[in-house]
């Protein structure tokens, strides 16, 4: 069946393919984005604008990732560390439960590494990421290698752990560069609730991940605000602004003027990749 010989490819194929998936899903959730947000009313989040080139750079760093993450697979798979079952081995109960078992253990795995990066020794090296004050859709896999190098192994532990379906594998992938996708699209897609509340507010909101980039105070977590919740790791203003952003014709005032922040991202642009001369702002938790 032609779904099962794409799986297989996901899985046999590094580098080329990958970045090929990895676009396609990125402009899929830009299209969506746009399109939701225009139904709904809703403006983007932040009154800046990313400028062009830290758009080319979010690119340049993202393909980078891809090729990690699917390198580092690739080398397990064929040392034998990471394990493959045949397509559909599981079923399609084994499968769902598979896909949901990864996106859970995911979000701890994603929650505690992001913390350990904003500590003093590895704030450098999230820096690439957050350089993205204004994310765009491209920042989703915006990494540092060493970054890069810190998340490639969940899916080996996972598929050492469990031999990985093939389908569930592609799965997971695919909702995990759409969710990273979503986080940064600048756009809040997530449904409100009259008093301006997330409607599900056990889900990680696009407002959420957009204030850990314009502020860096907080919610760490990835697909849900569990472990943020548990850990008292939430913006403060996470609400407020959900609020704003959620609603027609919203958007919440950003620190300075639109031409302010894109000098700002110029000058970040311009500044050297690892001179750490703007991390005042990533706190050290
Ligand atoms: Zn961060
Ligand atoms: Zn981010």
Request: with cysteine; hydrophobic share 45%.
């Given at each position: 069946?032609?779904?099962?010989?794409?799986?297989?490819l996901w899985?046999?194929?590094?580098?080329?393919?990958s970045?090929?998936r990895?676009?396609?899903?990125?402009?899929?959730?830009y299209l969506?984005?746009?399109?939701?947000?225009?139904?709904?009313?809703?403006?983007?989040?932040?009154?800046?604008?990313?400028?062009?080139?830290?758009?080319?750079?979010?690119?340049?760093?993202?393909?980078?990732?891809?090729?990690?993450?699917?390198?580092?697979?690739?080398?397990?798979?064929?040392?034998?560390?990471?394990?493959?079952?045949?397509p559909?081995?599981?079923?399609?109960?084994?499968?769902?439960?598979?896909?949901?078992?990864?996106?859970?253990?995911?979000?701890?795995?994603?929650?505690?590494t992001?913390?350990?990066?904003?500590?003093k020794?590895?704030?450098?090296?999230?820096?690439?990421?957050?350089?993205?004050?204004?994310?765009?859709?491209?920042?989703?896999?915006?990494?540092?290698?060493?970054?890069?190098m810190?998340?490639?192994?969940?899916?080996?532990?996972?598929?050492?752990?469990?031999?990985l379906?093939?389908?569930?594998l592609?799965?997971?992938?695919t909702?995990?560069i759409?969710?990273?996708?979503?986080g940064?699209?600048?756009?809040?897609?997530?449904?409100r609730?009259?008093?301006?509340?997330?409607?599900?507010?056990?889900?990680?909101?696009?407002?959420?991940?957009?204030?850990?980039?314009?502020?860096?105070r907080?919610?760490?977590?990835?697909?849900?605000?569990?472990?943020?919740?548990?850990?008292?790791?939430?913006d403060?203003?996470?609400?407020?602004?959900?609020?704003?952003?959620?609603?027609?014709?919203?958007?919440?005032?950003?620190?300075?003027?639109?031409?302010?922040?894109?000098?700002?991202?110029?000058a970040?642009?311009?500044?050297?990749?690892?001179?750490?001369?703007?991390?005042?702002h990533?706190?050290?938790?």
């Amino acid at each position: 069946m032609e779904w099962i010989r794409v799986t297989q490819l996901w899985v046999d194929l590094a580098a080329l393919p990958s970045l090929v998936r990895f676009t396609m899903i990125v402009g899929v959730v830009y299209l969506v984005s746009r399109g939701v947000s225009a139904v709904l009313g809703r403006n983007r989040i932040q009154v800046a604008r990313p400028t062009h080139s830290q758009i080319l750079r979010e690119i340049g760093w993202s393909f980078c990732t891809v090729l990690v993450f699917s390198g580092f697979l690739w080398i397990a798979i064929n040392l034998g560390i990471a394990r493959l079952t045949k397509p559909g081995a599981y079923g399609p109960f084994g499968i769902v439960v598979l896909v949901v078992g990864l996106i859970v253990c995911h979000d701890a795995y994603f929650y505690w590494t992001h913390r350990l990066l904003h500590s003093k020794p590895l704030a450098t090296v999230h820096w690439v990421h957050h350089r993205s004050r204004t994310p765009t859709v491209w920042a989703a896999y915006s990494l540092h290698p060493v970054e890069a190098m810190l998340n490639a192994p969940y899916l080996v532990i996972a598929a050492a752990i469990i031999p990985l379906d093939p389908i569930a594998l592609v799965t997971f992938v695919t909702i995990m560069i759409s969710v990273s996708a979503i986080g940064h699209c600048g756009r809040e897609l997530y449904p409100r609730r009259p008093d301006g509340s997330p409607r599900f507010a056990w889900l990680n909101t696009v407002t959420n991940h957009d204030l850990h980039h314009e502020r860096s105070r907080g919610n760490f977590g990835f697909y849900f605000t569990f472990w943020d919740r548990l850990m008292r790791t939430e913006d403060p203003l996470s609400r407020e602004r959900f609020a704003m952003s959620s609603q027609r014709g919203g958007r919440y005032p950003t620190a300075s003027t639109p031409r302010a922040r894109n000098a700002e991202a110029s000058a970040q642009v311009a500044s050297s990749l690892d001179r750490p001369a703007r991390m005042d702002h990533l706190p050290t938790i």
